[in-house]
């Protein structure tokens, strides 16, 4: 079993920059892909970013790409999310997820995940 437990999510203007924190517990997160997702206000559940095991290749989804990093520790059994220039539109409850599948694009084109965080709010004013 693994919990995940988020941080560093809040308020912030347009254009202005935050980082989450991911960290586990139970097992180590070196043996898991590692995501983010969110959910905003009305919309759908999508995928975010991922990190494959090793923390050597990273994939986005297409809204974020450029302006959000995505990172881990295994050391520290923690992952980040880094999100720079941030939008309206980015407002949204961002959740941490850990994955055995085997790649970050199988985490974003399957939205398989073995694992949730509770999630933590980013709000975004315009």
Same mark, same amino acid.
Do not use: H
């Given at each position: 079993?693994? /919990?995940?437990?988020?941080?560093? +999510?809040?308020?912030?203007?347009?254009?202005?920059?935050?980082?989450?924190?991911?960290?586990?517990? $139970?097992?180590?997160?070196?043996?898991?892909?590692? +995501?983010?997702?969110?959910? +905003?206000? $009305?919309?759908?559940?999508?995928?975010?970013?991922?990190?494959?095991?090793? +923390?050597?290749?990273?994939?986005?989804?297409?809204?974020?790409?450029?302006?959000?990093?995505?990172?881990?520790?295994?050391?520290?059994?923690?992952?980040?999310?880094?999100?720079?220039?941030?939008?309206?539109?980015?407002?949204?409850?961002?959740?941490?997820?850990?994955?055995?599948?085997?790649?970050?694009?199988?985490?974003?084109?399957?939205?398989?995940?073995?694992?949730?965080?509770?999630?933590? /709010?980013?709000?975004?004013?315009?």
């Amino acid at each position: 079993q693994v /919990q995940l437990v988020e941080s560093g +999510g809040g308020l912030v203007q347009t254009g202005g920059s935050l980082r989450l924190s991911c960290t586990a517990s $139970g097992r180590t997160l070196s043996n898991y892909v590692m +995501g983010w997702f969110r959910k +905003g206000p $009305g919309k759908e559940r999508e995928f975010v970013a991922a990190i494959s095991r090793s +923390g050597t290749i990273t994939y986005y989804a297409d809204s974020v790409k450029g302006r959000f990093t995505i990172s881990r520790d295994n050391a520290r059994n923690t992952v980040y999310l880094q999100m720079n220039s941030l939008k309206p539109e980015d407002t949204a409850v961002y959740y941490c997820t850990a994955s055995s599948v085997g790649s970050p694009r199988a985490v974003a084109a399957t939205q398989r995940t073995d694992y949730w965080g509770q999630g933590t /709010q980013v709000t975004v004013s315009s």
